[in-house]
């Protein structure tokens, strides 16, 4: 494509979109006033949650949304630093045992107390093969849970596990959800600071504030998440007032526009975000070292760091960013080296057919949701992989059927994001080969004994420099072996009303401290 018609192309899509701004600004104008006066905060989102039970969920806008519906007995604050939270003490008096004290006059949201049953409920749930839950995994090491009184809980181990608190982080539930069976989910009750209202697909996720809260009822009255899964729709409805909050909702070009916004505030911060290129390892291809060390030469993350990120991520060469304690220096790096790639593929078989012609040396179903900078990150990589002779086709799914194929090992290539990585024992979920779908989240079917060894080593041993180590082999192991192509860390970004006030942008992106947030009146409000 000569110069001077892509140029054309891009002026006569810009000019579309401004046409579609107007259009909608002069409608919103002549319409009646957003849902977002008043005591409402209206959250934009891109996606249905796929799942409001938290013994179920897998996917991040399903976790966000919980949050709010659910409290847990532990979580983490603004600095991913452990806080108490339905419970008021929490003691360990050996490594094999956790004893947690509850708060009193904690009450679920149809009015019921809470209790030791509830939690002892919630988790032997999670352990229930008939639940299927993906939390299970992080159980394996329960041996039994204790309620000596209404009011305290004690998990006993069967062996020492460094990350079993990360694995307490879950929604609890009242006992009585036994009855609902599997429609618990279609109204979900909780202890959290908001009460669910309504589910409708495709529309919004309404909730309305929980009086009985026990830290206090939120300020304001409802919390609302328009599902919007179009970004240009997102933008417009956040400039217009009919979205009061987006949170890594948009495509970094569009940030600028928010800072000249008068009436948006904005708040950024590094976060634990991981993105990363998953291979489905039984594929025949893709089993092959040699192929997946080329598709590692052949993307190069540069420009979409500089070009399409606008600087706003940070390129990774593990799960754990660069300042986390278990992260290591050294690791193996894959530079953007075409020349190299396609040796690598001639080497694993896969020579070019007809040299620089457009025949491929073979073709990949890389697949991924419908946001539009997913969508336009693939078709940078498919321009890359062209160049060494690999012909990739994108498949765009809505988010519910591209999670479930991933889920079910329905890939041959996908990218996803790995949200709010804390604690290093992620690997174990991620790479240990006990941990394959449906008891884990080792999607690609990843093995390799050594690592199963130095996983476990990790996750039972309380020494930090013991678990330093073993991490870091591992780290240089998957570097070699590839099961990810590391793409990237994110910088979470918040733009929201300046009539909100309070909210704090956690690492791990989580929205939940909109439910401590104040929302002043708008103009016409007073």
């Known amino acids: 494509m000569s110069p001077a ?44 949650p796929t799942q409001l039970d938290p013994r179920l969920s897998q996917d991040a806008i399903s976790s966000k949304v919980q949050r709010f519906i659910f409290s847990r007995l532990i979580s983490k604050d603004h600095e991913g630093r452990i806080v108490l939270e339905l419970a008021e003490k929490w003691e360990r008096p050996t490594p094999l045992v956790h004893r947690f004290e509850l708060r009193r006059g904690v009450r679920f949201h149809n009015g019921e107390a809470l209790t030791a049953s509830d939690v002892k409920y919630t988790f032997e749930s999670i352990r229930d093969p008939s639940l299927a839950s993906p939390k299970a995994a992080g159980l394996k090491e329960l041996a039994r849970i204790e309620t000596p009184t209404p009011h305290s809980v004690v998990f006993h181990l069967t062996e020492p596990s460094a990350s079993f608190a990360e694995s307490l982080m879950v929604g609890i539930l009242p006992e009585s959800a036994r009855e609902a069976g599997s429609r618990f989910a279609e109204k979900p009750i909780g202890t959290g600071p908001f009460q669910f209202v309504e589910f409708a697909p495709d529309v919004r996720i309404a ?59 904005i708040r950024k911060r590094l976060g634990t975000n991981f993105t990363y290129i998953g291979f489905n390892l039984e594929d025949p291809i893709l089993s092959k070292l040699e192929v997946r060390r080329a598709i590692a030469h052949a993307i190069d993350r540069r420009p979409i760091v500089r070009f399409i990120h606008k600087g706003l991520v940070q390129e990774a060469d593990s799960l754990l960013p660069p300042d986390h304690w278990a992260h290591i220096k050294g690791l193996p790096s894959y530079a953007h080296r075409p020349a190299l790639a396609m040796k690598l593929l001639d080497e694993a078989g896969y020579p070019d057919p007809d040299g620089p012609g457009p025949e491929p040396r073979f073709t990949l179903v890389y697949k991924t949701s419908q946001n ?62 006990r941990f394959m779908p449906p008891a884990g989240l080792n999607r690609g079917r990843y093995k390799n004994a050594r690592v199963d060894a130095l996983l476990e080593e990790a996750h ?36 929201f009303d300046k009539r909100i006030s309070g909210y704090r942008v956690y690492p791990d992106a989580d929205f939940i401290s909109l439910a401590r947030a104040t929302l002043s009146p708008a103009a016409g409000d007073r």
């Open 5 to 48: 018609r892509r140029y054309a192309q891009v002026r006569n899509k810009s000019l579309a979109l401004v046409a579609l701004m107007l259009a909608y600004a002069a409608l919103s104008a002549c319409g009646e006033k957003g849902a977002t006066k008043g005591d409402t905060i209206v959250v934009g989102i891109g996606t249905n």
């Open 207 to 265: 909730l309305k504030a929980f009086p009985g809260h026990f830290a206090g009822k939120p300020a304001y009255e409802s919390l609302v998440f328009r599902i919007l899964p179009e970004e240009t729709i997102r933008v417009l409805e956040l400039e217009s007032g009919g979205v009061d909050f987006l949170q890594n909702a948009f495509s970094p070009d569009i940030l600028p526009r928010f800072i000249q916004n008068k009436r948006l505030k």
């Open 372 to 433: 539009e900078l997913g969508r336009r990150i693939a078709t940078v990589f498919g321009h890359q992989l062209a160049r060494v002779g690999i012909q990739m086709k994108i498949r765009s799914y809505e988010w519910g059927t591209f999670f479930g194929d991933i889920r079910n090992g329905n890939f041959q290539l996908y990218s996803l994001t790995w949200v709010g990585i804390s604690d290093p024992d992620i690997y174990r979920y991620i790479f240990h080969s």
């Open 460 to 495: 039972q041993s309380a020494e930090p420099e013991i678990r330093a180590r073993a991490y870091g082999e591992t780290q240089r192991i998957l570097g070699r072996e590839l099961p990810y192509i590391n793409l990237w860390h994110s910088m979470n970004v918040a733009v």
